[in-house]
């Protein structure tokens, strides 16, 4: 019976020892598998982060190429409103020259109508040089006129493009 025994002893403790190993190594490998579920919890975490910072970094160029177009916008609109003003005081001075030569040549009609001035042919001439004048002046006061409209236009639509590129940085900026 001794040798039985120890037989059976012999035989259980082989029996044990390899599950001893068993459990040992399930224990190591579902360590290893949470931790490997860890690091790719981790690295998912880190590539939301830096889809986010890439995504942040996007709009922010996107807000910077804005900011420049606003101000280039700008600063054309303000050439433009300068050339405008320069344009509206042009056709004030032809105006000017106008109500002048109008002035002129109620004169001239005035003085023909007394008989002040013996020199009708010299005068009608010269009206008629006055009406000439007048013609040509109305003529470019009327392109002074197109050229403006054509211009505010212009200026409008620009603060069209301006205006929806500030609501863009606005509502990005959150402003």
Known sequence: MGRLTLFVVALLWCVQVPAVVQAATDEELAHEIRQLAEAVRQLGESLQAQQESLSEQLMLQKLNVAINYLNFRSRRIEVLERDLQGIKSQKQRFEDVLLQLEQKDELLEAEAR???????????????????????????????????????????????QIDSVESFVEKYLKI
């Not at 008629?128 to 040509?136: C, I, K, N, P, W």
């Not at 109305?138 to 620009?158: D, G």
């Open 114 to 160: 007394t008989g002040i001035d013996r020199r009708t042919s010299d005068m009608r001439q010269s009206r008629e040089e006055l009406a000439l004048q007048r013609s040509m002046l109305k003529q470019r006061v009327e392109r002074i006129e197109s050229e403006i409209i054509e211009m505010e236009t212009r200026i409008y639509a620009l603060q069209g």
